[in-house]
T-cell receptor
Framework: GENVEQHPSTLSVQEGDSAVIKCTYS??????FPWYKQELGKGPQLIID?????GEKKDQRIAVTLNKTAKHFSLHITETQPEDSAVYFC????????????FGTGTRLTVIP | EAQVTQNPRYLITVTGKKLTVTCSQN?????MSWYRQDPGLGLRQIYY???????DKGDVPEGYKVSRKEKRNFPLILESPSPNQTSLYFC?????????????FGPGTRLLVL
């Protein structure tokens, strides 16, 4: 099955700085890559996703890039704010007919005011 | 409000005492799934259901059972819980499946098996 690796496991940044979280995947058939944010005491919530026919996608301060050749994708958060502090998970799936979503191990992001 | 609900939110039990964690969604989603979350391991899928009466194993199904008798409900059953099932459990649902649509997660159930 798919194996998703995520780095770093913890990340601390100063408010206003950028944060980058990186993931690699093993199955070249994977073509859907969502990112989830999990706040304390809550379930994960989708914040952005990218499909394999796109190299980059942006949504305000959040962007995701995908390199299918190298099998890695990254989450970029610019102008970080304290409310960005959370655990972030990357995931990978085969888009069509997929029954499973394979998650990375998570990155705990702390934004220092 | 569109949501996935789980009950109970916290549960302490003893080895071997059968328990059920309920999950319900009000979005008429076809797909539902259970995950467990453990430190350093991320989320791992236990079971999923593509529709009523259609269930299948995920990555870590041992020691768990599920049923899907109604579209909105997907209970997780631990027939004989063991300490290695101590974990944080999440139920999730999506319109068609996790590869094509957003998954909506419940708030989680923290289980401690003594």
């Amino acid at each position: 099955g798919e194996n998703v690796e995520q780095h770093p496991s913890t990340l601390s940044v100063q408010e206003g700085d950028s944060a980058v979280i990186k993931c690699t995947y093993s199955d070249s058939a994977s073509n859907y890559f969502p990112w989830y944010k999990q706040e304390l005491g809550k379930g994960p919530q989708l914040i952005i996703d990218i499909r394999s026919n796109v190299g980059e996608k942006k949504d305000q301060r959040i962007a995701v890039t995908l390199n299918k050749t190298a099998k890695h994708f990254s989450l970029h958060i610019t102008e970080t704010q304290p409310e960005d502090s959370a655990v972030y998970f990357c995931a990978a799936s085969i888009q069509t007919g997929a029954n499973n979503l394979f998650f990375g191990t998570g990155t705990r992001l702390t934004v220092i005011p | 409000e569109a949501q996935v609900t789980q009950n109970p939110r916290y549960l302490i039990t003893v080895t071997g005492k059968k328990l059920t964690v309920t999950c319900s969604q009000n979005m008429n989603h076809e797909y539902m799934s259970w995950y467990r979350q453990d430190p350093g391991l991320g989320l791992r899928q236990i079971y999923y259901s593509m529709n009523v009466e259609v269930t299948d194993k995920g990555d870590v199904p041992e020691g768990y059972k599920v049923s899907r008798k109604e579209k909105r409900n997907f209970p997780l059953i631990l027939e004989s819980p063991s300490p290695n099932q101590t974990s944080l459990y999440f139920c999730a649902s999506s319109p068609l499946g996790p590869g094509r649509e957003t998954q909506y997660f419940g708030p989680g159930t923290r289980l401690l098996v003594l």
